[in-house]
């Protein structure tokens, strides 16, 4: 055998590519692989509490004996703390084969903390949908995600959209408010204009389309409009390929008022008559402010209003109990609406 056949080019770059597929598919796998180390973990910690288990204080004694013989020899990653976490983890997923390869150590530590199982699928299904990392996640927590999509939706159907079953119908069911901008670095206590506004919102895009809710995509930044001799700019638009629609989206620094949302009526006319095509869904447009008057929102728009809503921002992440009073405040708006 020749060395031309020992060495033929096809032969050496299939090795090749299969040392790199190798190679990726590791880099891939660790995450989970450290995964399933904690599951595999938190399972032999459950196993053998049950043998102790006459023994009111035998599972806090065993966990403790055994990160004093772990952390010599494999280091801090087998504290207390995280053999405790190890054994939650299993006790919340009981079922390997229901670990998802998608998420890591990092991702689980903080699921495992909801005690609300719906809650915990949601957060659990859409980091996976979007792709979010640890910070991301961790963020759309605290900002209270799950509970704000609530405000306007039954919980069915926000799992029934985190789950794919079924594609969004309304905005209602993307979109939340308040809307949280923390991300934009604004000082809250600070003056500032609508142009710094969506400057900020510009350089942090990734982070307001985050906020923004599922399948948006930027489009336009002070869009120009020509009505006659008369020209107009919208300050954002966007598209949502989920609700097949333009989003506009035009931003206050103060109170939104009824000619605020007269503005933004006429935008959005503009941009189903001239702009979108007729397969697509009417355009939808969003009134962003620090605050607004209820009543007044209520009769300015028709009573038969699906495409415009108006919200709140904040610059701030709020604390939980913050949020949980803004949520309780707007339903108690929305259920004085109803009434």
């Not at 405790?84 to 006790?91: G, I, K, L």
């Not at 999509?149 to 789950?163: I, P, Y």
């Not at 604390?319 to 309780?328: A, F, H, P, R």
């Given at each position: 055998m020749g060395n031309k056949d020992l060495n033929s080019k096809s032969f050496i770059d299939d090795v090749k590519s299969i040392i790199d597929s190798a190679r990726q598919n590791a880099v891939r796998s660790v995450d989970f692989c450290r995964v399933r180390m904690y599951w595999d973990i938190g399972?032999?910690?459950?196993?053998?509490?049950?043998?102790?288990?006459d023994r009111?204080?035998?599972?806090?004694?065993?966990?403790?004996?055994?990160?004093?013989?772990?952390?010599?020899?494999?280091?801090?990653?087998?504290?207390?703390?995280?053999l405790?976490?190890?054994?939650?983890?299993?006790?919340v997923y009981p079922i390997a084969n229901a670990l998802r390869s998608q998420l890591n150590w990092t991702q689980y530590r903080k699921l495992i903390q909801i005690g609300d199982p719906?809650?915990?699928?949601?957060?659990?299904?859409?980091?996976?949908n979007n792709g979010?990392?640890?910070?991301?996640?961790?963020?759309?927590?605290n900002s209270q995600l799950y509970e704000r999509?609530?405000?306007?939706?039954?919980?069915?159907?926000?799992?029934?959209?985190?789950?794919?079953?079924?594609?969004?119908?309304?905005p209602q069911e993307i979109i939340k408010e308040p809307m949280v901008l923390e991300f934009l670095g604004l000082d809250r206590r600070a003056e500032y204009y609508e142009r710094d506004l969506e400057s900020a919102i510009i350089s942090h895009i990734t982070d307001f389309l985050l906020e923004m809710g599922n399948g948006f995509s930027f489009v336009a930044r002070q869009k120009r409009i020509l009505l006659e001799d008369d020209e107009f700019f919208i300050d954002m638009v966007f598209y949502n390929r989920l609700l097949r629609c333009f989003v506009i989206i035009e931003l206050k620094n103060g109170k939104l008022s009824h000619q605020?949302?007269?503005?933004?009526?006429?935008?959005?006319?503009?941009?189903?008559?001239?702009?979108?095509?007729?397969?697509?869904?009417?355009?939808?447009g969003i009134l962003l402010g620090t605050s607004k008057n209820d009543t007044v929102v209520k009769m300015t728009l028709p009573e038969d209003n699906k495409t415009i809503l108006a919200n709140e921002y904040q610059l701030y992440l709020p604390?939980?109990?913050?949020?949980?009073?803004?949520?309780?405040r707007v339903k108690i708006t929305m259920k004085n609406e109803d009434s």
């Open positions: 399972k032999r910690i459950f196993e053998e509490e049950q043998d102790g288990k009111a204080d035998y599972g806090s004694y065993l966990i403790k004996n055994l990160a004093n013989k772990l952390i010599p020899e494999y280091g801090s990653g087998f504290s207390v703390r995280i405790e976490q190890s054994r939650q983890f299993y006790r719906d809650k915990r699928e949601y957060y659990e299904l859409e980091s996976v979010w990392n640890g910070r991301e996640m961790e963020r759309q927590i999509l609530l405000l306007s939706n039954d919980k069915e159907s926000v799992l029934a959209v985190a789950r794919r079953e079924r594609i969004p119908q309304s605020d949302l007269g503005q933004l009526q006429m935008y959005v006319n503009y941009y189903d008559r001239c702009e979108k095509l007729t397969d697509e869904n009417p355009t939808i604390t939980k109990s913050q949020l949980i009073k803004e949520i309780n």
